[in-house]
């Protein structure tokens, strides 16, 4: 992977050009991710473009079993031309249909007849984003591990975690109300925009 290669990554995972930079780490099969995820684009639309940065990290965690695969195939869809629809078309179609990429109580259920393969191609047939191209390229885990490594230099452990302007964020919830998280941003007030 190169510099211009990450860069284009790092776009394809923003949303909007403010001044406010809301960091969102999420798990993408998290009952709590895909409601927070779910709600990003109304908290952007409300909070305008030109006021608010939000930058989605993702979360991976161990306990969600097909976390690793989904989280790399994301990371794949980024680094297309039009990395930044591809991951919210994948993301959601996640989102959608999560039952099929989730284990009962993380360890049982159907999915553990599920194998890498048929993952896959659920996320191909649902998003009609096909990267397992690259999804099979080895140098895909640097993306993977720089978001490890990210996460773990600000201290974040579960999702969703949020961070304003580099501040963990222990109070926000993705229970929250969209109004309660423009508050929390200081972008409640219409006459910043």
Known sequence: MTI????????????GQGETILDVFLEPTCPFSVL???KLPALL?????????IKIRLQSQPWHLFSGIIVRYILAASTLPDGQQAVKKVMQSVADHREEFEFIDHC??????????????RLVNYSKIDVREIFNQAALQNLIKWQAKYARQNG???????MINGLIQAEMSSQDTIEQWLSKLG??????K
Do not use: K
Request: hydrophobic share 25%.
């Open 187 to 192: 972008l409640d007030n219409p006459s910043n």
């Open 156 to 162: 974040i452990h579960v999702s969703p975690t949020f």
């Open 45 to 53: 639309n409300q909070a305008g473009e030109d006021r608010l940065q």
């Open 108 to 121: 049982r259920g159907p999915n553990m007849q599920t194998t890498p393969e048929q993952l896959l191609e």
């Open 4 to 15: 211009s290669t990450l860069r284009h990554c790092e776009q394809s995972f923003t949303w």
């Open 36 to 38: 927070t995820f779910n």
